[in-house]
């Protein structure tokens, strides 16, 4: 299904992650570029015929052109800038994990919901081809009941790692976890459902900084099913495995192209006898079209009529998971503003 009327997009921080949201529009689409550095407003928007740099988001919010504003700013402005795009009568797409804390998250979902405005975090790894396919086999039933999950992901870092905003606690609300860790966790989730069991801690183990480098957790459901995660930037060569259990066999997900390796899947069959089971496997060598993937799904949802956000919801329990783990590690500055 494709969306019928392609709809005015805006554009609230222009670096990396801006630029590939912006690459994954249709021609037309991208009417503003708004940065605090209007450099780098100016930079995206000469990519784009018809887009308007901007340094603030006055003129972007009153123009009737904008109906979805896509949220690419660092952590701290996340929450900020998408509930002024709310009250302005967009419908905003915020990168992950959204904001600094949960309490953010349900604020924006208090205002979305009176509007009748969607909103969501942008969690563009279930859009991901190998993720895809696996869930497609996971719903088909040829596991039979799912027992476990288990990931891991990380990066190596980077000279001078510890020293960008990603390692100010007030700028980032933290390190790995809530990074690439909050990946892990909408993932495991989406195959298993929600969690009613939270175990695990957060550490820096090497980094000289302020925030964890590593995280290590065990979530259960009230079934019993378990997601064992890990997620890190130590791991110095970049690393994405997935591998989700059921009593008839097992689906693993390796890679996410580029330095993580090629995307593919293997499924694995349990045979009657036991013993090495078959496998079959899948391989997805182009390049990434989750990102392009992830605004169609989420522009098709806004042309439907208004139905809620109950996938808000779930990327506001993935963070109270991180805000927890981090609780339970010692780090007093993740507990969200106004508690002990």
Known sequence: MKTQHPLGVAIVGCGLIGNKRAGALR????RFACDTN??????????????????????????ESVSLVIVAATNA?????ALSCLKAGK?????????????????????????????GVGYNHRFHPAIQKARKLVDSGILGPLMFLRGRYGHGGRVGYETEWRADPALSGGGELIDQGVHLIDLAGWFLGEFSLIEGHACTSFWKMAVDDNAFLSLRTPAGQTAWLHVSCTEWKNLFSLEVYGRDGKISIEGLGGSYGLEKVIW????PEMGPPETTSWEYPRGDQSWAAELESFQEDIQKPFSGNEAFEQNIRTLEIVETIYTKSGF?????????
């Open 27 to 30: 021609p037309g689409q991208l």
């Open 38 to 63: 209007l450099k780098n407003a100016s930079a995206l928007a000469g990519k784009f015929p018809g887009c308007e740099a901007v340094s603030d988001l006055g003129a972007m919010l009153a123009s």
């Open 77 to 81: 402005a996340l929450g900020p800038v």
């Open 91 to 119: 419908h905003v797409l915020v990168e992950k994990p959204g904001g600094l804390h949960s309490t953010e998250l349900r604020e924006m979902l208090q205002v979305a919901e009176a509007r009748e405005l969607r909103v």
């Open 268 to 271: 694995y069959k349990m045979l």
């Open 332 to 340: 007093t500055w993740a507990r969200p503003p106004g508690t002990a």
